[in-house]
């Protein structure tokens, strides 16, 4: 595994910030919906983005290890 470029650490600074967003988002439209079925729609949706972050995350923390060490 090679470390990961500037430019692809900023790509994936980006989408975690865009999936946080998106969770964010999610759980404010689930407080104003009543409709059950879009309520489990969005429910969905915010897990969803929070298995992106998550699996995001994960890939900053494997390539943890590979980085230069700053001194």
Known sequence: MQPLTGKEL???ADSMSNEDLLVKQ???ALTHVHNPAVQQLF?????QNQQHYQQLLNTLEQ??????KMQ
């Open 26 to 28: 999610g759980v404010v």
């Open 10 to 12: 900023e790509y994936i």
């Open 63 to 68: 390539h943890a290890s590979l980085a230069p």
């Open 43 to 47: 429910l969905q949706l915010v897990k």
